[in-house]
């Protein structure tokens, strides 16, 4: 089935006795036995598992598509889990341009002794310097297009090299920016998928949420899934209806949004004030090829650089009256944020950089927004 009919149904499938045609919420935290003290239902409290949850995760599965899938309470809990799934001092690749948060995790774990961090340029392939820790890692993670800068990684490429050097090496692809509509990161050969549902696949900026996927049910699932029972960051019914609703107008969604990105970055390409793009859909981006290759269009995220001091490229992004100044992504309405400021003092991002997250509005509205504010 394509991937738009499996999002329109996205949390359809008949419940055992009812005939909802759209999903119920399970609100129960815990399920009952029967006199033998087994639990008919295959679950027994809502740490471990939940209906709601699991119909999400299997849509999930469905979707990217994995063998298993795991929702989180976030993003970033997702993230932590898998990291503290990790036995200590575990190698740890992280490419240099990630999600700031995902950066901040994985340098306060190697500041405490829990993981053996090496950070990389992903998008230009493995060098000689990165190899010792390629033979040494337990996880290789990355984001493509990578956030804030747009910088594509081939992932076929990565995962067979990952694994030619390391069998044991997990090649983990941050797929926020993308979801399963636009790039399947695990037939590319990657191993586990890490999502923040907060963005594109709830979509309407009124969820936190994360997930997993792995391509194996190996040890790795094992342990994580273990992580999050125990530690109990887990999605809660709501946010799981919430999300199924969002997912079955992903593909009208993104459509609308990578049109407009493409649109917004040839605009700010060809505007005198405008120092660098970043979008994958131009064709003078480095990575637009592997990007055409791997990618089913180009996102609907872009940033671009003023060439201005970092308080005139705030002011500028005050500006705003069609774009919303706020972090994140992913939602209807389009987002504008000077990420420098936002990530503060830790921060690695261009103080001249400027992150769009395009939303549903008409291309003209954006592209005069965004003329008046560098115009001015
Ligand atoms: C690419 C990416 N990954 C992960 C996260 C973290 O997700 P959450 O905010 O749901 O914890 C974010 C949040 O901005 C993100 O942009």
Redesign the pocket.
Known sequence: MHIESILAHAGCDPDQDQDDATPPIHLTTTFRRDSQGNWPSGHKYARISNPTRARLERVLTDLEPASQALAFS??????AALLQSLDAGATVMLARD??F??RVLASDMAERGHIQLHTFDAHLGLQSGDMAALAAAHLVWI?TPS?PLLQITDIEGLANACHTHNPDARLVV?G??TTPFIQQPLSLGADVV??????YMAGHSDV???ALLFRREDDLYARVRRTQETGGAVLDPFSCWLTLRGLRTLAVRLRVQQESALAVARFLEGHARVVRVHYPGLTSHPGHEVAAHQMRGYGAMCSFQTGRSGAETLALVGRAQVFIQA???GGTESLIEHRRSAEGEASHTPEDLVRLSMGLEHIDDLVRDLARMLNY
């Open positions: 976030s993003g970033m809990a997702a993230a990630v999600y948060g995902v984001e956030n941050d926020t920016w890490f999502h923040s549902l907060t963005k936190l949420g994360g972090t994140s992504l």
